[in-house]
């Protein structure tokens, strides 16, 4: 009989430890060196492989961004485009010219209240949050929603409420 078969028939709790032979040092020694060795280059490949992932992503993300940079300089283009912003600047100019003659003419701020009025019914989100305004004119001329929502996250601004902008 070989000892593990002695062992095996042997009841553990009963087991004389003194009658076992020692474990070989040198060798213990080397199933730890061997067991440590072999972890340390598996982490080592894995974390390799997660950098090499990483910096891929980060390429692509790169293409993205100048993608929209040059999408946002096609947009700026069209001559649609930039009236509908310039007109929103000469709105608010006009508002904030008409407010002195609110206050020294009564009468011809009511005049011109209807005129202002349906341009400001026309584009409601203007009025309220104008800083949207290019991100909205994006989702109109068909870029991806989820792409203009990470530009004006980028932008610093709030995904959500220009979300509630776009879906009025």
Do not use: W
């Not at 553990?12 to 003194?18: G, K, Q, Y």
């Not at 490949?45 to 910096?55: D, I, V």
């Not at 600047?89 to 209240?113: F, L, M, V, W």
Request: net charge negative.
């Amino acid at each position: 009989m070989t000892m593990q078969e002695t062992m095996s028939d042997q009841d553990p709790t009963n087991l004389d430890l003194s009658k076992v032979a020692a474990l070989q040092q040198k060798r213990t020694l080397a199933f730890v060196n061997h067991f440590v060795l072999s972890t340390i280059q598996f982490l080592n490949n894995f974390m390799k492989q997660c950098e090499q992932q990483l910096m891929q992503f980060e390429k692509k993300l790169e293409k993205a961004e100048a993608a929209l940079v040059i999408l946002e300089t096609r947009l700026a283009s069209i001559p649609e485009v930039a009236n509908t912003q310039t007109p929103k600047t000469e709105d608010n100019s006009e508002k904030d010219s008409s407010k002195p003659h609110d206050s020294e003419h009564p009468e011809p701020p009511q005049a011109s209240t209807p005129v202002e009025e349906p341009p400001a019914e026309a584009e409601t989100p203007a009025p309220c949050h104008p800083e949207y305004d290019r991100f909205v004119k994006m989702v109109q001329v068909g870029v991806p929603l989820e792409a203009v929502k990470l530009k004006v996250s980028l932008e610093g601004l709030d995904p959500s409420m220009f979300e509630k902008i776009v879906k009025k």
